[in-house]
């Protein structure tokens, strides 16, 4: 199992700012992944950050406004720049588990409110 | 592509009622499948999984079979509390895809007492 620390759980931004939100694994993985909760919807795939190269991003989502950092097999964070009140949402980091079956790991979750 | 479609909430129940949440898939090959569950103001939390054709996940008195016939993967709970009050989301993970899952729209499941 993985135990993912998310940061911070929980914010409200002015529009135009941005906000960058930490995602921590207590083990190595190769892959971490960042997703999006608008409210009342499921979750939805912004990007898959792999160490050491850029992040790949899902169809309507642009590395200018969601950049992505991976600086070691343990951490990623995820910016939301230049917020508007559409990027009101909670924003998931995830990691798979390493094994014979596949299995995903939540973090908290940052439930994000621009204003 | 892969997708997967569950039943539009809300589910209201009363406490003790039977509960299915029906949960289908398109992917090729046997993708492993998932319920996660989120109470209200919390993360996902894994409920249960499947990962090949007619296992049977089970978790805090909820069940749910790989169908594989069917592509389905119906959640079941025979007696449910106030407590399992949720939103439940069906999810999968491709045979060969990273990894990475593909979320149905959620169930909003309220139970009262």
């Known amino acids: 199992s993985a135990v993912i620390s998310q940061k911070p759980s929980r914010d409200i931004c002015q529009r135009g700012t941005s906000l960058t939100i930490q995602c921590q694994v207590d083990?190595?993985?190769?892959?971490m992944f960042w997703y999006r909760q608008q409210p009342g919807q499921s979750l939805t795939l912004i990007a898959t950050?792999?160490?050491?190269?850029?992040?790949?991003?899902e169809s309507g989502f642009v590395i200018d406004k969601f950049p992505i950092s991976r600086p070691n097999l343990t951490f990623s964070t995820l910016t939301v720049s230049n917020m508007s009140p559409e990027d009101s949402s909670i924003y998931l980091c995830?990691?798979?588990?390493?094994?014979?079956?596949?299995?995903?790991?939540f973090g908290q979750g940052t439930r994000l409110t621009v204003v | 592509g892969n997708s997967v479609t569950q039943m539009e909430g809300p589910v209201t129940l009363s406490e003790e009622a039977f509960l299915t949440i029906n949960c289908t898939y398109t992917?090729?090959?046997?993708?492993?499948l998932f319920w996660y569950v989120q109470y209200p103001g919390e993360g996902l939390q894994l409920l249960l999984k499947?990962?090949?054709?007619?296992d049977k996940g089970s978790n805090k008195g909820f069940e749910a079979t790989y169908r594989k016939e069917t592509t389905s993967f119906h959640l079941e709970k025979g007696s449910v509390q106030v407590s399992d009050s949720a939103v439940y989301f069906c999810?999968?993970?491709?045979?060969?895809?990273?990894?990475?899952?593909?979320f149905g729209g959620g169930t909003r499941l309220m139970v009262k007492p």
């Open positions: 499947a990962t090949k054709a007619d």
């Open positions: 083990s190595q993985v190769t892959m």
């Open positions: 995830s990691v798979t588990g390493t094994g014979q079956a596949p299995q995903a790991f």
């Open positions: 999810a999968l993970i491709p045979a060969h895809a990273g990894n990475m899952l593909t």
């Open positions: 992917a090729t090959g046997y993708p492993s």
């Open positions: 950050a792999n160490q050491g190269s850029e992040a790949t991003y």
